[in-house]
Nanobody, 121 residues
Framework: QVQLVESGGGLVQAGGSLRLSCTVSGRTFSNFAMGWFRQAPGKERELVGTIDWSGSQPLHSDSVKGRFTISRDNAQNTVYLQMNSLQPVGPAVYYC??????????????WGQGPQVPVSS
């Protein structure tokens, strides 16, 4: 059984930084691509960043490019999302996901629970 356990969420001030972690167990971590998605209240889930199995091809959405960085450590079975210059977009939930490399959520089979990241203005 594959499990994705996120950590690192919490309240942060606008302009601040936060790093999310997601540790995977139950399957060989380096077999699949990983992604981070976020969902704000009343909005659709959107991709924030995705990274291939080797970590050599990170991609970020235009809305976070230059501020957020996705990375992975295959030895630790962990994917990270470093978030800088956070904007007060409301209490978005951030999900990590494992599956096939790409932008669409239906390419990902495994999902974490999603830590909330409320950003105060």
């Amino acid at each position: 059984q594959v499990q994705l356990v996120e950590s690192g969420g919490g309240l942060v001030q606008a302009g601040g930084s936060l790093r999310l972690s997601c540790t995977v167990s139950g399957r060989t971590f380096s077999n699949f691509a990983m992604g981070w998605f976020r969902q704000a209240p009343g909005k659709e889930r959107e991709l924030v960043g995705t990274i291939d199995w080797s970590g050599s091809q990170p991609l970020h959405s235009d809305s976070v490019k230059g501020r957020f960085t996705i990375s992975r450590d295959n030895a630790q079975n962990t994917v990270y999302l470093q978030m800088n210059s956070l904007q007060p977009v409301g209490p978005a939930v951030y999900y990590c996901a494992g599956g096939y490399y790409g932008y669409m959520s239906d390419r990902y089979t495994y999902w974490g629970q999603g830590p909330q990241v409320p950003v105060s203005s």
